[in-house]
């Protein structure tokens, strides 16, 4: 009787922890957010393309704080907050608001599994929005700027024996009093702009690897010469290491090659299996770092052969290709938030399940607009197989128009503080996304938020990646570089210029309007370029609007993208409601309409 009283009393305890955490808020959620698991958050490995077997997630509750910025650190922490949720939102389960003169804390403690002993152990975040200070037993032990890309630390020199070890993070995000690049975040949420996301948003994890490791594997397939470019790089090697790649196919081994780290290393394929959103056949992976023919690390990985070019048509209009093979590629506008998590998806399904619904729509691309996803999203996109525009998050001197002058119009007023913040995290993004097959155009810039020096930047981003295709503004100021002329109209499709030298697209069009009671995110206007009262209306314009598209497909267009995905904060325009629980216009019809464009292109 004894025994079952403490278990009782154990199990009691147990409940009572976890029932300290709920969402904050009476607002909209998914139907992910009741799987939540306070004790096993986003469990998931957050690092397909290059993955290790051994970590230890440190997702969960953290205490945290809010002081005045410059301040010293909180001798008292205000409460709990469910780490990878941003400080704002329901999730988090604080739902505060953090200004440009605040600071955000966090603090937790964790102990390093005994089997690691002899080991190094690297302590990964996938993102922090913006500037991150790492303290390490209280030790500061470095710093991140940059609100969309993982970072790394070692700390094994600053872990003590064996015990409870502590984490303390200091996070600063000005937001839209900031110069940085931030997406579509606001301290003041209004019309098309959403709630500002702050602090820690991916998952946070710890993993033990050898003195000398891997610590990033590039791939880029050449489809023409029928091989996989690899370079793996490390850290801490000695000169007479080897990396040895294997590259296979259902668990057979296709090629294998070894080199010094940081040589390019070519792995013929045979036969080569192509990629594409029709049959997006994955190749695993594996990376060994040898010393003396003994392996010292591992790590998994996987690949694709998928090429993605421009050539002009028997027309004369040039097109965009996959696989040499012209392809239209149509797909929505993605904005890549959520009602309960803002940035951060509740679940693993939940990211997925945007992505497969877009496919069940009968779309082939997704423009992942101004924001960039966890490390997974992109992993599920390889898998499921749609090809990616991945834009670079706005930032700075917000909206600068020179308005449909072809040659016209440049911000000059950045600061050299700000140009050099701008090439370091398209950079990191750039380098973070390199070897994902589903990413096939860069976008620097979106309508003239923040453009600047347009024809150096579309230069710098081909030169780091000539592996794809350049989108130099997206409807923004239209300058004569990169690889395509990229216009927006709302809310019907037009063509109102034309560059018989580049690829011309579509950027954004739609935009069409349903609010749909109990699932509005305000109570006030809601925007849609176009409204309508119910699903039969929407998907009549929508149809409507694809044979106009049709059309204009033949006079040149090479791609198109609408808007949007979900319906986002106070924006209706969505093919789902914001809490993914309504389908706003009926499925089957929309697909019909979508394959018949992307059909419509000659080869």
Known sequence: MRRNLMLCFLIAIA?????????????????????????NVLPEYPRPIM??????????????????????????????????????SSLSGVQKDVTEKQELWYKRTFTVPAAWKGKNVKLNFGAVDWLADVFVNDILIGSHQGGYTPFTFDITPFLTGSGTQKIVVRVW???????????????????????AVTGIWQTVWIEPVAANHVTAVKSIPNVDAGAVEVTVQTADCQSNDVVEVTISDAGKAVATAKGLAGKTLRLPIANAKLWSPESPTLYTMKITLLRAGKAIDEVSSYTAMRKISTKRDANGIVRMQLNNKNYFHYGPLDQGWWPDGLYTAPTDEALLFDIKKTKDFGFNMIRKHVKVEPARWYYHCDREGILVWQDMPSGDLGNQWAPRQYNGGTDKNRTPESIANYYQEWQEIMDLLISN??????????????????????????????????NPASGGNHRDCGDMMDLHNYPGPEMYLFDPKRVNVLGEYGGIGLPMEGHLWWDK?????????????????????AKELKDMVKRGFSAAIYTQTTDVEGEVNGLMTYDRKEIKLIESEVKAANQDVINSIDN
């Open 525 to 545: 206007r809601n925007w849609g370029y176009i409204q309508f009262k119910d699903k039969r209306e929407v998907t009549d314009q929508y149809i409507k609007y």
């Open 51 to 88: 993955e290790r077997r051994e970590w230890l997630n440190l997702n969960g509750e953290w205490e945290y704080a809010i002081s005045d910025k410059g301040m010293a650190e909180p001798a008292q922490y205000e409460g709990k907050i469910l780490v990878p949720f941003a400080i704002e």
């Open 173 to 195: 995000d000005p937001t839209s009093k900031g110069y940085q690049p931030r997406g579509k975040q606001v301290l003041e949420p209004n019309s098309i702009w959403y709630t």
């Open 15 to 39: 409940l009572s922890a976890d029932a300290q955490w709920k969402p904050a808020g009476d607002r909209m959620k998914t139907d992910w957010a009741a799987k939540v698991n306070p004790a």
């Open 437 to 470: 097959p589903s990413i096939v155009v860069w976008v620097p810039f979106n309508e003239g938020w923040g453009q600047f020096d347009t024809e150096k930047v579309a230069a710098w981003t081909a030169g780091r990646d000539p592996s794809r295709l350049v």
